[in-house]
Each structure stands twice: as structure tokens, then as C-alpha cells.
């Protein structure tokens, strides 16, 4: 899933400058940030830390982590324990990591919980459609839908926690962790930062985002949401810590026809892309879990997405649907610039 990180990451630059300096006698160089290309996409990390040694190399060992992560679990590298799964699909289980075994076993239960919405064999389907606002889209022929799904299915994964492997039943199957990846590996370069000492920090991987303990300053960390309609711009915030916000969109790569936008992210039950929502954002403890969850919710759509938040604990969203119209979980408590609206269930 393709977040609008980039974007989101320099409101968040642009709402940290404007809450340093609160408290006197609090220097701003004790807030350290790096960005990096990392997983596809843009990750800036920002921590708190005593002097300039410790906060750079706080940064680098957290981004460390997520380069780590990248080239043990992605769906592009040549070398992942993830592609050489998919190469052996229908040929025999494949030994992998500890960590890999984990994260994957945690995916399939998040497909069980939400009744198959997520599904990393998602990657199976047959790849039908450009995302790229083309001048004359048309959705395929609904056979050649119905046999793109084939081979997709969660259930049909098989693991084997005594000799640690994965296995792909059928040939042409393939999994990609890409739908929580990015928050899977936030949560480890935290838990790298913590074991390193480190008090507070924000972490942003493309709308994914975790923070903890204050910033410099003493205050809450700030975390924009944005406005699809107004690129570059914050419909609302939120003012946190110890906790994850993650914030997806399906208004950057989307086709129309008909009148109806066809955002990216794909129903793995029918095939077609999901439709109802265009920005999903998830409050909860876990930034790995929220991560997930975004795409559960955008698969689910606004009336069964919401509802199925509502019956989680410690999960809250936001959610901007097709007509623009704000709806928010009975737990979630939003700042609005002027204009903004929203309809709580």
C-alpha cells in the first residue's frame, strides 16, 4: 500500500517548528532528524537525545533496522527469504528465520480477525490494473478477475513451527509483506532506540508513524492528518505519544471510470480495487498492528470498516470516504482547522 509519506512527513516538519521552543531554556539541537530511502519509500526519524554524538547515532542505528528488515523480508530483493519463498512455491517448504517465521504467523492471524481482508497472498493475483490516472481507463473483463484471485488465500499457507517453514501449496502463489512492513519495522528501530536510551523520538516511514516519551520542548508530539482534496495541506491533528498513527491514502494512485475511483488497494476476496474511502488513519499502541489495520479498513470500506474498529480495544480511526465526508470512531478525539466536519457513527 502506497501511503502519502512524503507529504504528511513535511506537515509533520512544519507542526514540529512551530511547537519547539515552549519552554525556556530547552535547546533546540537536542532534537536530531535523518531521512533515508528505505523500503520504497521515505522514512524520516527524529529523536531526542543529550548532544549531537548520541542523537546521529541513535538515527543511523534505527534506520539500520529498517534497511535490515528490508533485505530479510522484501518482495523485490533478489536475496529475502520472502522471494526465495515465492520461488519455491508449489516445489517445498522454505527454512526461514526466526523473525520471518513470526511476523508471517502475526499476518495470518490479523487475515483470521478480519475475515481475509488482510492477505499477504494478495501477490498471487494476476496484475490487471494501472494506477496511474490514465486518459481512457476501463475495468477488465470480470473472468479474467474471477481467475486472478485463484490463487490467493491466506489459509492456504502452510507452516511449520517445529522445523521453521514456510510453504506455498501451489505454483504461481506469492506473498508480500508490504502492508505491514513499513510498520514492522518501525517498531523495531524503537525498540532499538529504547535498548540505545533514548527518551523520546518520532518516527515517520511513509505515514507510518510511531512516537514516544516528548519532544525537546517537553510537549506532545503533533501528527497531521491530511486533507486529500488540498495536497500539502492538514485537515486535522492530533497531539500524542506512546502511540501509533498511520495514515493511508487511495488518492494518489487511482483510475476513474464511470464516475467511480478505483483506488490501488485491492479486495483480495473479489479481485476488483476496493471502493468507499479515500484516507484511512489508525490510532493505536501498536504501529505494526496499525499498519495492518488501514488496509483492513479500506478492504472493508466506511460502514464495515468503522464498525469493525468500534468492536477493537485501543483502536481508533479516522476515516475520509469517497463523498468527503469524516467519520470517526467512537474513541477518537481530532483537532479541525476551520472547515473541517465530521460524523461520528
Known amino acids: 500500500m502506497r ?6 512527513g513535511l506537515l509533520l516538519g512544519l507542526l514540529l517548528l512551530g511547537q519547539t521552543g515552549g519552554a525556556q531554556g530547552v535547546e533546540p539541537r537536542h532534537t536530531f532528524t535523518r531521512s533515508a530511502h528505505v523500503m520504497g519509500s521515505r522514512f524520516t526519524f527524529t529523536v ?15 534506520l539500520g533496522e529498517v534497511r535490515r528488515i528490508d533485505r530479510l523480508m522484501s518482495f523485490w530483493d533478489s536475496t529475502s527469504e520472502v522471494v526465495h519463498i515465492n520461488r519455491m512455491a508449489g516445489i517445498r517448504p522454505v527454512v526461514v528465520s ?10 495470518l492471524r490479523l487475515s483470521q480477525l478480519s475475515g481475509g481482508a488482510f492477505d499477504i497472498t494478495f501477490a498471487s493475483a494476476d496484475k490487471l490494473y494501472r494506477f496511474d490516472r490514465q486518459a481512457h481507463p476501463s475495468l477488465p473483463d470480470s473472468a479474467l478477475v474471477r481467475a486472478s484471485v485463484r490463487r490467493i488465500g ?39 532506540l529504547t535498548e540505545m536510551d533514548i527518551k523520546g523520538g518520532l518516527l515517520n516511514g ?6 514516544w516519551g516528548r519532544q525537546a520542548d517537553g510537549s506532545l508530539w503533533r501528527v497531521a492528518i491530511g486533507d486529500p482534496d488540498h495536497p500539502h495541506s492538514v485537515a486535522a491533528w492530533v497531539d500524542v505519544t506512546d502511540v501509533a498513527v498511520v495514515t493511508a491514502g487511495n488518492y494518489e494512485q487511482y483510475f476513474t471510470v464511470g464516475g467511480q ?17 479515500r484516507s484511512v488513519t489508525i490510532v493505536c499502541a501498536d504501529v505494526e498492528l496499525a499498519d495492518g489495520l488501514d488496509e483492513v479498513v479500506f478492504v472493508k470500506g466506511p460502514t464495515e470498516g468503522l464498525a469493525f474498529i468500534n ?21 477518537m478525539k481530532l483537532n479541525y482547522y476551520h472547515g473541517a466536519t465530521s460524523a461520528k457513527p
Open 3 to 8: 501511503k502519502p509519506g512524503l507529504w504528511l
Open 48 to 62: 531526542v537525545a543529550e548532544n549531537d554524538s548520541a542523537g546521529q547515532r541513535a538515527l543511523r542505528a534505527g
Open 98 to 107: 526466526t523473525e520471518t517465521f513470526a511476523l508471517i504467523s502475526r499476518t
Open 154 to 192: 491466506w489459509q492456504k499457507i502452510k507452516m511449520d513451527a517445529a522445523r521453521h517453514t514456510v510453504y506455498l501449496p501451489e505454483k504461481g502463489m506469492r506473498i508480500n509483506l508490504a502492508g505491514i512492513l513499513q510498520g514492522y519495522g518501525i517498531r523495531r528501530a524503537k525498540q532499538v
Open 206 to 211: 511513509s505515514g507510518d508513524i510511531y512516537c
Open 261 to 277: 475511483a478505483y483506488g490501488h488497494i485491492i479486495n483480495p476476496h473479489t479481485g476488483y480495487p476496493s471502493v468507499g474511502l
Open 311 to 331: 468492536n477493537l480495544k485501543g483502536v481508533d480511526c479516522t476515516l475520509i470516504t469517497d463523498d468527503n465526508r469524516t467519520l470517526v470512531s467512537r474513541g
